[in-house]
């Protein structure tokens, strides 16, 4: 069941279960739920966060208000100020609650090529190749196009997750397509199908026109309305509203946490398993915050060391990101201007009447998958089609004015690599991020032939002859000529698009925090799944992946104990 963290009758947690997951975001729904399929154990899902039961989550158009700003359902982070970003500091979103990131996000589904998990396995994660996950993405779900059927060699039908084709495409999402078709892209119609490159219009994890977040597809049992809700499994609890402060480690081997509830503190027992699935940020820190880590860091913070494994925080990519805006009087476009607010007056209207309209976009509704050089095996950038004005959250602040278009490129497969360190032995202190953006050129030479790609796009006559005038990248010279003005472009406006992963990473290296099965080195009873144990970023969106990992990760787990109980 769910116990809500204001039932001052439910801070409590019972002393011990079968399992503990940590962390409610997309794997950690995932695999709590699908572990709690077998009616003998029992799991509990600690989250730090509260309920999703809010309109700004099951409403699309929420996403506007939480991926922005610092709130109950975002820790909004920030990382240490990156020199190759002229020295901002780069905002990092990530989704607190239940759902996760899966509650914030733009919706996008997207899986990545079959390449990047043929990768996986060729670097020892044995298992981990294409035709080993195709399966649980597949479980995982119910695609619109598919749905109630098994015979689709690459969606499913039947999963938790809906996956659905937009209920209302913006007119200027369809004028995208048309104008990267005429700029020499092909159509494509399913981003995980055969084949990724190409233009289109995105699926989007959403049902009748609401967001379908990891939280509805595993634990409401598809009404998220009903707080009290889990689908009638008695051996799940699911515990909002639960700071973990540690982990409890005994002999090397994780035998619970220490968790702190409406101001109660307590250890949670694990009889047999603790798994992780607090993201790439929170996992690594909760591994050190609890002695598991680079040892000389442990103990500069005061920290007595457990197991020194020097990978835990290593690794950290993340998908680096330039928007290209045109500013474009129509109101088909979302902005502020008084023409703007009627309509989205009437969008309200209609989204309660029938689920559809502005309300129901995820503003990002299209985009295409490109090779920034054509002797590429695979596409290298990944293009989003924004209806508004962006910019990051330092600069360009005209953007803000009136309506228009933008496009996000962003490189699928960085070379830049840095880490995630702690600030303090307390884990509700944020972490240290550094991504370390820009450290390898070649990530700018992808950008600069972003920029260059999205620019050449615009100029189609699809979407030229809706006229307007681009910000801030108007000045480039005949042909994007002017390189080095390109370059600052770069660096002044690159931001990150909120896809970090790697910092448990998953190998048999001695950088790797995880084997193959997920288990921490080292310690027993600990496993960690989420999109921290990537050992390489994948070509797309990171929220479809999570959920795979969150449901393989379920049953290694099983496995595992079947043979263990043999």
């Not at 609650?97 to 396995?121: C, F, Q, T």
């Not at 681009?470 to 010279?477: A, K, S, W």
């Amino acid at each position: 069941m769910i116990r809500p963290g204001n039932n001052a009758q439910s801070t409590m947690i019972a002393a011990e279960y079968d399992y503990v997951v940590v962390g409610a975001g997309s794997a950690g729904c995932a695999v709590a739920a699908r572990l709690a399929e077998d009616l003998s154990v029992t799991v509990a899902l600690l989250e730090a966060g509260p309920h999703d039961h809010h309109l700004s989550v099951w409403v699309p158009i929420g996403l506007a208000s939480t991926v922005q700003k610092a709130g109950p359902r975002n820790y909004a982070y920030y990382t240490e100020r990156q020199p190759g970003l002229d020295g901002r500091p780069s905002f990092q979103p990530r989704g607190r609650g239940l759902g996760g990131s899966s509650s914030i996000n733009g919706m996008v589904y997207v899986r990545g090529h079959r390449n990047d998990y043929d990768e996986w396995a060729a670097l020892g994660c044995t298992g981990w190749g294409y035709d080993d996950v195709l399966p649980y993405f597949r479980r995982s779900e119910c695609n619109q196009r598919h749905a109630g059927r098994t015979d689709d060699p690459w969606h499913g039908g039947h999963g938790p997750l809906h996956v659905s084709d937009l209920r209302s495409p913006n007119p200027f999402s369809h004028r995208f397509v048309n104008a990267a078709l005429q700029a020499g892209l092909p159509l494509n119609s399913d981003f995980n199908g055969a084949e990724q490159e190409g233009a289109g219009l995105y699926q989007v994890t959403q049902f009748n026109g609401e967001r379908w977040n990891a939280a509805r597809a595993y634990l409401h049992n598809g009404n998220a309305k009903d707080p009290d809700l889990n689908g009638g499994r008695l051996n799940l609890d699911v515990l909002p509203d639960a700071q973990v402060l540690r982990l409890v480690v005994e002999d090397k081997c994780a035998r619970g946490v220490r968790v702190v509830r409406a101001g109660i503190e307590q250890t949670v027992r694990a009889r047999r398993e603790v798994v992780l699935s607090c993201g790439a940020f929170n996992s690594p820190q909760l591994l050190m915050a609890s002695g598991i880590g680079p040892a000389g860091h442990l103990r500069s913070h005061g920290i007595d060391v457990i197991q020194d494994l020097p990978g835990v925080g290593e690794n950290l990519q993340d998908h680096l990101d330039v928007i290209v805006n045109k500013q474009v009087k129509s109101n088909d476009l979302y902005g502020y201007s008084a023409g703007g607010l009627l309509r989205l007056a009437s969008g309200m209207w209609r989204y309660r009447r029938d689920r559809s309209g502005m309300v129901s976009s995820n503003f990002a509704e299209a985009g295409a998958f490109v090779k920034t050089r054509p002797n590429l095996a695979v596409p290298d950038l990944q293009l989003a089609f924004v209806l508004a004005l962006l910019g990051n959250r330092t600069v360009a602040k005209r953007s803000k004015l009136g309506h228009g278009y933008s496009c996000h490129a962003y490189i699928l497969r960085p070379q830049s690599r840095g880490h995630v360190r702690l600030r303090s032995a307390d884990m509700r202190d944020a972490p240290s991020i550094d991504p370390r953006f820009l450290s390898a050129e070649a990530d700018m030479d992808a950008l600069v032939a972003g920029v260059r790609i999205v620019r050449r796009i615009f100029a189609q006559p699809a979407l030229a002859e809706a006229g307007g005038k681009e910000l801030l990248t108007d000045d480039f010279g005949p042909d994007d000529s002017n390189e080095e003005a390109i370059r600052a472009f770069v660096r002044s406006h690159a931001d990150s698009v909120f896809h970090p992963v790697g910092t448990c990473k998953m190998g048999i290296d001695a950088m790797a925090v995880v084997d193959p099965g997920l288990r921490v080195h080292g310690i027993e009873g600990l496993r960690v799944a989420d999109a921290s144990i990537m050992p390489t970023l994948i070509g797309g969106n990171t929220n479809a992946p999570a959920i795979m990992i969150g449901e393989k990760a379920a049953d290694l787990i099983r496995a595992d104990n079947r043979a263990d109980n043999r």
